[in-house]
């Protein structure tokens, strides 16, 4: 299983953007890179995912390098409703291992 | 849509006791796993599915069974509940291929 390294925490201004990294360099060619939210006392919440290209959704954008060695979550616009643990994990989708996450908090 | 949804909410029992963490989603979504959350701590994969009749291990697999007889169910049994596996399970599900994950409310486990 591909194992992922982030920052344990990392502190945002409301509004400002938020650059979420990751590490997954014993990533494989078929493996997807994955990240997930989790607010406090709630269930983990799906963000975003991609495979080689850069993704777009409603919620973040994921920048993947050429290599597909590291990766980016970026928050455009932080909330204080952004403040949880994000997790970035890669591997095979029926397979999900979650590592240890980067604590975001946000700063009114 | 319920999505996915985890019975009972908080449980406690004895050490030794057995018991039944219920799943079921209704997204006709192939793929299901448990996790458990300890205080503190990241989620650790128990059990996968990948479709009905077909179930195996992930991280922590020791002390549970899983089976998958129908594609919206996936109880978790605890065959003789430990002090060590008092923690938060949740549930998850997913489409076949590429697709995330949806995950239950969880089931708060305390085992005496």
């Known amino acids: 299983d591909a194992k992922t390294t982030q920052p344990n925490s990392m502190e945002s201004n409301e509004e400002e953007p938020v650059h979420l990294p990751c590490n997954h360099s014993t990533i494989s060619g078929t493996d997807y890179i994955h990240w997930y939210r989790q607010l406090p006392s709630q269930g983990p919440e799906y963000v975003i995912h991609?495979?080689?290209s850069n993704v777009n959704n409603r919620m973040a954008s994921l920048a993947i390098a050429e290599d597909r060695k590291s990766s980016t979550l970026i928050l455009h616009r932080a909330t204080l409703r952004d403040a949880a643990v994000y997790y970035c994990?890669?591997?095979?989708?029926?397979?999900?291992?979650f590592g240890t996450g980067t604590l975001l908090a946000v700063q009114p | 849509n319920a999505g996915v949804t985890q019975t009972p909410k908080f449980q406690v029992l004895k050490t030794g006791q057995s018991m039944t963490l219920q799943c079921a989603q209704d997204m006709n979504h192939e793929y299901m796993s448990w996790y458990r959350q300890d205080p503190g701590m990241g989620l650790r994969l128990i059990h996968y599915?990948?479709?009905?009749?077909?179930?195996d291990q992930g991280e922590v697999p020791n002390g549970y069974n899983v089976s998958r007889s129908t594609t919206e169910d996936f109880p978790l049994r605890l065959l003789s509940a430990a002090p060590s596996q008092t923690s938060v399970y949740f549930c998850?599900?997913?489409?076949?291929?590429?697709?995330?994950?949806?995950f239950g409310s969880g089931t708060r486990l305390t085992v005496v």
């Open positions: 994990l890669s591997g095979a989708t029926n397979k999900l291992i």
């Open positions: 991609g495979l080689t």
């Open positions: 998850a599900s997913s489409y076949w291929g590429g697709y995330g994950y949806t």
């Open positions: 599915s990948v479709g009905a009749g077909i179930t």
